[in-house]
């Protein structure tokens, strides 16, 4: 049994008249790489705000496991501890520009009061995390894009903290440094760090993340592996077809005709026509018919389990019948 880090009990946070969480609760586990997903607005950051003592909720409360005391303590009534126990990396820079990457650093120590030595050590072992060692006496201003995410990441990280919590951590930036990035969180994580993520790039919290969290329409509607949430909101299985001629449109509207077929999208990503059913094995009879008609042959044809994308869809959207190509 995983023994939960922190634990969020029935949580409400209003903005005004708007309410922004509504009686969240959910378990972290220590270690683990938790993921949070959800719509924009839906509540993701003030959750995270909320989890590092930003915002204080209207309603619940928060516990974190103590590891001094060996019991779980109230976050609220805790701070000084909490703030030790957390790093934090907004989605935005968190960093000062004008500042050399090794100066920020010594800043950010400096505010858990750290010392000179503590600071140099922690310092060093992350700027070689974090592949900045060459680059500690640049102006943080003028790092690269990727440099900078991780230069965030290292300051969040100077106090050595047990969980650390990441908005957004990949936004922005190619499809490499999102790869990069991702290698040095796992690197973070195979330290023992706990890390919280949310983010709108679902492909990658289906790949990292051991549980994720669903949040919509203020509350957290579903908590698991990936596996599980793919089980409970989807029986739909994606079928992935490349042929010789790429007549996808052709395909698309000869399979359309059918709607016994019960096909929920047709998308074309990476010349390959994926197309999102219950009914496998009847779609892959019309799809041979469908080639054969076109006067195409199946060069690939793959079936897989619904992506993240597709259950959050499934949850997030109305089930109308897609057929998209792009």
């Not at 000179?116 to 201003?141: G, S, V």
């Not at 951590?169 to 790869?179: G, K, M, N, S, V």
């Not at 999102?276 to 080639?291: D, F, R």
Request: a positive charge.
């Amino acid at each position: 049994m995983a023994t939960p880090i922190i634990k969020i009990r029935n949580i409400t946070k209003r903005f005004g008249k708007k309410v922004v969480l509504d009686d969240l609760s959910i378990n972290i586990n220590q270690g683990e790489i938790f993921g949070i997903i959800g719509m924009s607005g839906s509540g993701k950051t003030t959750l995270l705000n909320t989890l590092i003592g930003y915002h204080e909720p209207e309603k619940g409360d928060i516990l974190f496991y103590s590891k001094g005391e060996r019991t779980y303590k109230s976050m609220f009534n805790n701070m000084l501890e909490v703030r030790n126990l957390f790093g934090f990396a907004p989605q935005s820079p968190s960093f000062y520009p004008k500042l050399t990457v090794e100066e920020n650093m010594i800043h950010f120590g400096s505010l858990y009061h750290l010392s000179k030595e503590t600071i140099q050590t922690n310092m060093n072992h992350l700027l070689d995390l974090t592949e900045l060692t060459e680059a500690r006496e640049q102006l943080a201003q003028h790092l690269s894009g990727g440099m900078q995410k991780r230069l965030s990441i290292a300051c969040s990280l100077i106090h050595n903290p047990r969980v650390l919590i990441l908005d957004e951590p990949t936004a922005d930036l190619d499809p490499i440094l999102r790869r990069e990035t991702w290698q040095l969180l796992k690197g973070i994580h195979r330290l023992g760090t706990t890390i919280i993520v949310a983010s709108h790039l679902l492909s990658e919290l289906e790949d990292y993340c051991e549980r994720v969290a669903i949040l919509h329409n203020s509350q957290i509607i579903k908590t698991g592996t990936v596996e599980q949430l793919k089980n409970t909101f989807t029986q739909n299985k994606e079928i992935q077809i490349s042929t010789s001629l790429g007549k996808y449109d052709k395909i698309a509207e000869e399979l359309s005709r059918f709607s016994s077929l019960s096909i929920k999208k047709m998308v074309l990503r990476d010349n390959k026509l994926n197309i999102h059913t219950p009914n496998v094995e009847s779609t892959l009879k019309h799809i041979l018919q469908a080639t054969k008609k076109t006067h195409e042959s199946i060069v690939e044809l793959n079936v897989e389990k619904p992506s993240l994308e597709e259950v959050f869809e499934a949850i997030s959207q109305s089930k109308q019948r897609k057929i998209i190509l792009r």
